[in-house]
């Protein structure tokens, strides 16, 4: 008898796989509600999904993870920003004198959207620039002043970056 139960019980596992369903098994079946994926797997909150482009539906991305550009469309261009970009350069003069200030003006109908300094010269390891900043919608400045007075020259120069802005 000992031999024999392992086959039965093989054999009664083999039917109720074949067969697939037992007592048991089919009141867990039944105890558990259905997945709601699978009753609503073709929409998002009501919404429902649509192989091609449809008013109302939700429509895939594309293989490079953007919707096509017959889904979004496109506007019509609007104005430029900043147009007509320029920069304006004042230096000083190549002298020993300290302390030296520069102010780059934009010319008419351009403003200042950016400057900057910078220093030149034999002795322009000597000199730092303390100061740089617009004056005004049109205009940036900078100064600088020798750190040691060394008696070398050096230049400032200021940029202004000027665009016209809308």
């Known amino acids: 008898m000992r031999g024999r139960l392992p086959l039965v019980l093989s054999l ?41 482009p449809r008013a109302g539906y939700l429509y895939p991305l594309g293989r490079n993870r953007k919707f096509p550009a017959a889904v979004i469309g496109t506007g019509p261009a609007g104005p430029p920003g900043v147009s007509a970009l320029e920069i304006v350069t004042l230096a000083t003069a190549a002298d020993s004198s300290t302390p030296k200030s520069a102010t780059a003006s934009c010319p008419a109908g351009k403003k200042v959207v950016a400057g900057g300094a910078r220093v030149t010269g034999t002795g322009a390891a000597e000199v730092a620039v303390s100061e740089t900043y617009p004056i005004s919608a ?15 020259t050096w230049m400032l120069t200021t940029y202004a970056l000027c665009a016209i802005v809308r």
């Open 138 to 152: 049109t205009q940036w400045a900078a100064l600088a002043r020798e750190i040691n007075a060394v008696g070398s």
């Open 12 to 52: 009664v596992a083999l039917a109720v796989a074949v067969t697939g369903f037992t007592g048991l098994g089919e009141a867990a079946r039944n105890a558990l509600p259905r997945a709601s994926f699978a009753n609503n797997a073709h929409r998002v909150d009501g919404i429902h999904a649509s192989r091609r």
